[in-house]
């Protein structure tokens, strides 16, 4: 009967992980051992001696599986010893329940951290849209499916209708109480070892969380502002793209394998006149790939090439990006600017004041005019309601318009959505109550949030353009 190199793995495991520990070499873990066996010959005490001790970073779970086991100690032994915990698993129906009995010991200090706790983002994932608002959480569609079943698809009721990129963000819910009584646990009093009847826990009850799409990430940077050719792109921990105008997650309809993992380096295409590769590996690039990821603030410069016209040519562009990192997240965001015009801007727009009337159904008289798509004129923060809910941008921006006629100076423009978070101290951990105690206001139902220059930019517009639609003023110029 052969036996499982338990020496060789638990050496390579502990060097792994202190690896990371030490010198943050490789992905980001959990200090954790998980060993699944149907048996443990020797406690292997003198292994966890040399790598574990006296602080012992590294928490062992030991799992036997099987009816037949008698010899439990050296598992036990293995567990308790190196602050984890020891399970056996002795039928199939039981897995499920044994196995999750680590979350509750592994998630001990994080509770004990009280209101310091962390925020967790995903990666890019994929969510289906369908007509009726309903979400289903899938990757790709069964196949094989041609296109023209999915059109067909398209327009019935509760199909598919298209995907939206997301990514989701938790935080952990706990017990806050330091002590329970021995009762509730279901322990034997003993006055002698426990006088005061109580214990010490730290319960996680669960986590909550939400889903934020990728798109309204993006509208926190107004595209407008970023003039001719320049743009801007979002890129997590691992060197992965979270938006950019040239990530294409699908190709006709279907969703790639691997469209939430595009590389940075894989859509920015580095020019250099002495290497003919499509993709040549340059420094600087890898350079600024790597600050991005180490979230690091700066700037760096590269000639690339930029496609046109729907891919039908090609030019070189020198650019300049600026990155910066997104606080309480995994994510680093990059502005792109042409390096030799685009950084000037001119704005102008019709200044709305009291002294001012708006009249939105005399500006704007027909339907025969566009909102930017691209562009957040106006929009409420929280749209559930059916008075919010507009059949185009258009009537959104009619309703407004409408809303600054009648407030007139007491129109409330909105709070920027963007909004430096102060210095609390920690960590690094987010702090519940710290944009609170820096006064900070939260958005509440009836907020809403305008952008006051690109409105009286709409409104110069509309009053220039409406010569076009008044049949009097042009029977005047011609």
């Known amino acids: 009967m052969e036996i499982a190199n338990f020496t060789s793995a638990l050496t390579e495991a502990f060097t792994l992980l202190e690896r990371y520990r030490t010198k943050k070499i490789g992905a980001e873990s959990n200090q954790a051992i998980m060993l699944?066996?149907?048996?443990?010959?020797?406690?292997y005490e003198t292994i966890f001696q040399e790598y574990n001790q006296p602080h012992k970073p590294v928490r062992v779970f030991t799992y036997l599986i099987g009816r037949e086991i008698s010899d439990l100690e050296a598992a036990k032994w293995m567990a308790c010893e190196n602050k984890g915990y020891f399970t056996h698993v002795t039928t199939l129906a039981e897995v499920k329940e044994q196995v999750l009995k680590y979350i509750p010991v592994m998630a001990r200090p994080l509770v004990l951290l009280r209101e310091t706790h962390p925020v967790r983002?995903?990666?890019v994932y994929a969510d289906i849209e369908v007509p009726n608002d309903r979400s289903l959480w899938v990757i790709g569609l069964k196949k094989p499916t041609t296109r023209k079943r999915i059109r067909e698809l398209q327009g019935k009721e509760g199909s598919f209708k298209g995907y939206k990129l997301m990514t989701s963000v938790s935080i952990p819910v706990y017990n806050k109480k330091n002590h329970t009584t021995i009762e509730v646990l279901g322990l034997k009093p003993n006055e002698i070892a426990n006088p005061f009847g109580q214990v010490r826990i730290a319960e996680?009850?669960?986590?909550?969380?939400?889903?934020?799409?990728?798109?309204?990430?993006?509208?926190?940077i107004p595209p407008y502002k970023l003039g001719v050719n320049g743009y801007s792109f979002a890129v997590n921990n691992n060197g992965y793209i979270l938006y950019h105008p040239d990530l294409r997650p699908m190709f006709q309809e279907i969703l790639?394998?691997?469209?939430?993992?595009?590389?940075?380096?894989?859509?920015?295409?580095?020019?250099n006149p002495q290497h003919d590769e499509p993709r040549y590996n340059d420094s600087a690039l890898y350079m600024m790939r790597k600050e991005m990821v180490d979230q690091k603030d700066g700037l760096a410069r590269l000639t690339v090439k930029v496609h046109m016209d729907d891919m039908k040519r090609v030019t070189v562009r020198e650019q300049e990006y600026f990155y910066y990192n997104?606080?309480?997240?995994?994510?680093?965001?990059?502005?792109?600017?042409?390096?030799?015009?685009?950084?000037?801007?001119?704005?102008g727009g019709l200044e709305l004041n009291q002294n001012r009337h708006i009249d939105a159904t005399s500006i704007f008289s027909d339907d025969r005019w566009k909102l930017h798509p691209d562009w957040v004129y106006c929009e409420y923060?929280?749209?559930?309601?059916?008075?919010?809910?507009?059949?185009?941008p258009e009537k959104n921006m009619k309703h407004f318009l409408e809303r600054l006629a009648d407030e007139k100076a007491s129109f409330n423009w909105g709070q920027s959505r963007v909004r430096p978070l102060p210095k609390c101290q920690g960590n690094g951990y987010y702090q519940a109550d710290c944009p609170k105690s820096a006064g900070i206001p939260t958005a509440g139902k009836n907020s809403h949030y305008c952008d006051k220059e690109l409105v009286q930019a709409l409104?110069?517009?509309?009053e220039i353009t409406k010569i076009f639609t008044d049949e009097k003023s042009r029977k005047d110029l011609f």
């Open 36 to 43: 699944v066996t149907d048996g443990v010959p020797y406690t």
């Open 121 to 123: 983002w995903t990666g």
């Open 204 to 220: 996680l009850l669960g986590v909550a969380g939400t889903d934020v799409p990728i798109a309204e990430i993006e509208k926190l």
């Open 256 to 271: 790639k394998p691997n469209y939430n993992s595009v590389d940075l380096a894989e859509v920015e295409l580095v020019h």
């Open 326 to 347: 997104i606080s309480n997240t995994p994510f680093t965001l990059g502005i792109v600017m042409p390096t030799k015009y685009g950084k000037y801007r001119v704005s």
């Open 381 to 392: 923060n929280y749209a559930g309601t059916d008075d919010r809910k507009f059949d185009s």
């Open 459 to 462: 409104v110069l517009d509309g």
